[in-house]
Structure formats: C-alpha cells, structure tokens
C-alpha cells in the first residue's frame, strides 16, 4: 500500500496537512538577526557559550502540526509508511525544544531531550568517529610546524581558553581513535568516470544555460540572480521543479514544506559555471526530482520523504534522508570533478557532533575546530599573520556548530546523565550518508544503467528494503 496524496488546503497562515506532512525541524530554528549577533559575539569570545535564540519555534504552530498529524495517523499495515508518525515525533521534538529553551529543565527532561533526538536522527558510530579522529590526526601530522606548533600541542593537550570577561574553561584536547581504524570509502574510479559521462548527458541543457549566463555575465552569480538562473536550467531540461526565493534564508536548500528549492537572498554569491552546475544538480536533480517524482505515483511520503520499519542488523536506517543527502552530495561532486579526499568539509558536521556527545560544549568545540581548520590552511596563509586564517577558521568552525546546536538550549550547556551536551544530531547525515551511497553505488556497479532511473524515483532509501518494496508497490499501483 502507499500513502495517496492528500489535497492541499488553502494556507493563511496555519499550517495545513500538507505542511505538517512536509514538516522540517531545522526549519523552526530559524537565527534571525539575534542569531547573528549572537554568533558574532560568541567568535569574538564576547560570549563563553554559543547562545543562540529560536525565534521561529513557537509553540502555536507546533501544537497546530500535532493536530493535523494525530489526525492524519494510519496503522502502519495499511501504509506500510511510519512517515506520519516520524513527522509527529518530530513535532513533539520541538515542543520540547521550546519549553527546554523557555524553563529551567529538571534531569530527567534534559536527558528525555537527547532520548528522543537520538531516536529520530540516530547517534555516532564510535568506529566511524575513530575514522573521523584518525584522518584528522594523520593530516595534522602532516600540516603542523612553524608557527602553528603551538596549536597542534594544544590539541594533543587540551588547554585553557578565557573569555573577554576572564572568565576561563578548561579545553580538552582533539580525541584520539580508540579503536580499529575504519576506512573512508572512495568510490570506484572507472563507475565515478561512467556517472560523469551520464551526468554530462542527462544535466547538457542546464550547463548550456549557465555558461551562457556566465560567459555573459561573469562567472559569479549573486543570490538576487541565482533563482532566475536555475529557473531557465530548469525548464532547458523540461522537468518540473519550482524555485523561490526567500529575503531572511542565506542557504540555497531543498524545502519539502514549499517544495521548491529555496534561494537565500543573504547567501554569498556562487563563484564559477561548474561549482553552480553541481549545486544545481544537488538541490534540483536530487531533491527536487526525487520529490517530483514521488508525487507522479501520487504518494505524499515518496514526496516528502520516506520512513519505514528497517533491519538495523543489515545496516538499514528509517529514514530516506542519508541515502538522499548522500546521493546529492556525491553527484555534486561528480560533476564538479572534486577527488573525495574526506577533508574538513565532509568531516566537520560529524566531528562537532561527535564532540558534542562526548561532552565537550560549543566553546569546546569552537577552540578545538578551529585550531585544526587554522593549522590545514596554513600552507595557503603563511605570507599573512596568523589572526587573518585564525578568524576565518573560527567563522568556518562556528557555521557548523550552528547546524550541530540550532534548535537547542546551547547558551546553557545541559548535559545528560551520561555526559552528553544536548545537540541536534540530524546533520550527521550528510558523512554518513555519503558513505552509505558509495558502497551502494560500488555495489551495483555492473547494474548502474538499470538502476539509475530508480535512484530518483522517489524520496526513499534503496538499500532498505521496506523502502525498495514501498516503491514497487506504489509504481503498480498506478500502473
């Protein structure tokens, strides 16, 4: 059975099914200006802990896409989809994220917080957190010397940082693999050189449009422009995705609940026809077309996104969301020719969540990472003083301990009972995610051509294979 799309009602302001069954917790966590003050001043060590303010969790809304989803519940027998029931737990997350952040929580609510954090988006892979530290550790040892020994022997050693006001904290230093070291995939040289020809293909009539914008235009794009030009890529390649943009985002997203890829009109403009292609094939040839896709077969979960029962023994997830993310970044960077060497970029995001469950706050966090990001672009800064590299490493580090802590108390620090700082652990996708495709792209590497259309069929995971059936079953249903 599959969940049959439901008519969309008229939206003035609260919530409809629609959006409820589309509904994304990141979203509700929204910075604002506060936020960016506060980001600031928590960079400057204005302020000891990243205090960030939630301006769009209220609680209004949440109770609203509680009941449109308790209303909505089905048996899992007749769907064969947990999406509803994912989506209200989901919304029952942020409940308690408000009055986390609103009150002085007693223990038991502060560790039930994280219960249910780690029941939606998981917790760390301590072997894929050794993997983490290890590659890490290996390209320190490659990197330090000169000025930024000092550094390095801090993240052997832990130090102590002090705050503007002298108020002072005890830093731990970067951890060390505690286990047998886990290897980072890479995906198969002659399948990454067969994907690049069928991207090529498959995505010419978009590349045209960019190049020609670009060679007319220059080669960077500014966020005011960036919803035009994907609009025109999108209608070369005849498919139907739409693209809005929004004046407080500075992200350019995939959003299920407008399902629409979003431009932020705050984001930084997008430098060169390539790297614009490949965000064009994440957010528009992953997402989008997943989510278009899925609502051919008329089912809002393949939509919006699937979630299912799953063998954890066999290492399947619930969710859609890994694969998907994992999907959308490899073939981004396919097209983009980038080598996978797993740097800061595709480690960062599971290294502050890693830090996170260990203990270690967003202060913590911050002097760690950013000690690690000044020392891997040392080579590249040697001629300027060392406050320049030092300041943007910090920004860099602060911009994922943001997606790590978002939607949570973080000025406040609370820890469990077992000594983990609350976090909002979502974001982990994105490494494992990759990985997850990877071996599943190596796996069927003889099968690629018959399997890619059924890459995008969907918004589901096919190395799960509750999801594989839900899809078959859905595509015989409408024939």
Known sequence: ?????????????????RDSLALQTYEFANLGEQG???VDRFISGESLELDLPNPGMGEYAIDMHIRNLEKALKPYEQSGSFSTEYRLAEAYYLKSAVRLSHSTPSQAQIDQFQVINKELYGEIDKDLADAVYAKIWSQLEKSKGGRTEKLYKELEDGFVFTANDSTTLDVPG??????????LPKLDTELKEHLKILLDSEFEPA????????QTNGEEVSADKIGDLFR??????GIEVDVVEDEEASNLSWSSAKNAVVVGLKRKPIS???NILGLFVHEVGVHGRRSQNGSKLK???????????????????PSYLTFEEGLATTLQNIVTDKTEDWGMPSLANYLTAALASKGYTSRQILEIVGRVRTIFSEKDNESTALEEPTLKAKKAATKNIVRIFRGTPSGKAYKTSEGVTLHYAKDTAYLSGRIKVIEYLNSIQSEIAENWDSLFAGKYDPTNQHQKQYVQNAM????
């Not at 059975?1 to 099914?17: A, D, V, W, Y």
């Open 299 to 317: 089912d809002i979960a393949l939509t919006n996104g699937l979630f299912t029962d799953f063998d954890a023994e066999a290492g399947e997830g």
């Open 174 to 183: 970067l951890p060390k693999p505690e286990g047998g070291e886990k290897i």
């Open 36 to 38: 960016e003050q506060a």
């Open 476 to 479: 015989d249903s409408i024939g």
């Open 207 to 214: 590349k045209k449009v960019i190049d020609e914008y670009t």
């Open 232 to 237: 025109a890529a999108i209608e070369s390649m």
């Open 272 to 274: 060169g026809s390539k």
């Open 1 to 17: 059975m599959s969940e049959k799309q439901p008519i969309r009602e008229k939206n003035n302001g609260t919530p409809t099914l």
